[in-house]
């Protein structure tokens, strides 16, 4: 299913306010979004729009670096902000559910 950049945000919301306030891996993230919720979106589109989401103050990420590999795995999760944006206290017009 194709969905619109503001619908999109608040599905992301969404999916990270069910799991505050845990962290959520990156790629676990656009699991649920193309597999469970059937949302047609590639990595980077998700990356711009979490971009977008952080800059507001809504989400916060960060990476976790795997020494013994090499790796960095990237994580989100919902701030109080967003929160309060899912929850309907506030309102903000880039962002609708």
Same mark, same amino acid.
Not at 69 to 78: A, G, L, Y
């Given at each position: 299913?194709? %969905?619109?950049?503001?619908?999109? $945000?608040?599905?992301?919301? !969404?999916?990270?306010?069910?799991?505050?306030?845990? &962290?959520?891996?990156? $790629?676990?993230?656009?699991? &649920?979004? !193309?597999?469970? &919720?059937? *949302?047609? %979106?590639?990595?980077?589109?998700? $990356?711009?729009?979490?971009?977008?989401?952080?800059?507001?103050?809504?989400?916060? !990420?960060?990476? *976790?670096?795997?020494?013994?590999?090499?790796?960095? *795995?990237?994580?989100?999760?919902?701030?109080?902000?967003?929160?309060?944006?899912?929850?309907? $206290? !506030?309102?903000?017009?880039?962002?609708?559910?």
């Amino acid at each position: 299913m194709a %969905i619109n950049d503001q619908d999109l $945000r608040g599905t992301v919301l !969404t999916a990270l306010k069910l799991q505050y306030p845990e &962290w959520v891996l990156f $790629r676990v993230l656009y699991r &649920w979004l !193309t597999q469970d &919720w059937g *949302i047609t %979106i590639d990595m980077s589109e998700l $990356r711009l729009q979490l971009a977008y989401l952080a800059e507001k103050g809504y989400v916060e !990420t960060s990476q *976790i670096t795997l020494e013994n590999v090499s790796t960095k *795995i990237e994580k989100v999760r919902c701030t109080v902000k967003g929160v309060d944006l899912v929850d309907r $206290r !506030t309102t903000d017009p880039g962002v609708s559910f």
